[in-house]
């Protein structure tokens, strides 16, 4: 079945510097990435994601990419602000009747 | 987003009692999920349920059991609790006819086997 590993588990900085988490996947086959974001004492919400046919898709201060050839998609944050600070999960899906797998998880702090 | 809820928040219980979450939505969505959350190993998948009449097993379904008693209603049970049972669950939906599969989850329940 599939894997995904996403590093790191912990990542603080300060506010307004980047803030970058990868993830790698195993399975070739997988073709939908989403992230989601959980704030303390709340469940995963998605925030974005990109499918295969394209290699980055942007969001205002978020932003993903993909390359399928090394198995592996990142987030970035731009200008991080103390709101930004939550856990954040990547997961892979290889089609619509499969699940997603779950990275497990980056702990995201933004220092004022 | 979906409105999932999840009964009870907060639950502590002793090892060897039965224990019944609950959740339920009022989106109309198709598919529910039942997660568990352990720190660094991110969300499991117990069971899911694409309808009422289907049920199917996930990751780490063994000690846990389900009902989907409506389209808006799916409980997981944990016949008998260990203390490995000790973890955050999440409750889950979806809709088969969205475009990505965007899964909605409810608050969680915080579960604690003594």
């Known amino acids: 079945g599939e894997n995904v590993e996403q590093h790191p588990s912990t990542l603080s900085v300060q506010e307004g510097d980047s803030a970058v988490i990868k993830c790698t996947y195993s399975d070739s086959a997988s073709n939908y990435f989403p992230w989601y974001k959980q704030e303390l004492g709340k469940g995963p919400q998605l925030i974005i994601d990109i499918r295969s046919n394209v290699g980055e898709k942007k969001d205002q201060r978020i932003a993903v990419t993909l390359n399928k050839t090394a198995k592996h998609f990142s987030l970035h944050i731009t200008e991080t602000q103390p709101e930004d600070s939550a856990v954040y999960f990547c997961a892979a899906r290889i089609n619509a009747g499969n699940m997603l797998t779950f990275g497990g998880g980056t702990r995201l702090m933004v220092k004022p | ?114």
């Open chain 2, 1 to 114: 987003d979906a409105d999932v809820t999840q009964t009870p928040r907060n639950r502590i219980t002793k090892t060897g009692k039965r224990i019944m979450l609950e959740c339920s939505q009022t989106k109309g969505h198709d598919r529910m999920y039942w997660y568990r959350q352990d720190p660094g190993l991110g969300l499991r998948l117990i069971y899911y349920s694409f309808d009422v009449k289907d049920i199917n097993k996930g990751e780490i379904s063994d000690g846990y059991s389900v009902s989907r008693q409506a389209q808006a209603k799916f409980s997981l049970s944990l016949e008998s609790a260990i203390p490995n049972q000790t973890a955050l669950y999440f409750c889950a939906t979806s809709w088969t006819g969205g475009a990505a599969d965007t899964q909605y989850f409810g608050p969680g329940t915080r579960l604690t086997v003594l």
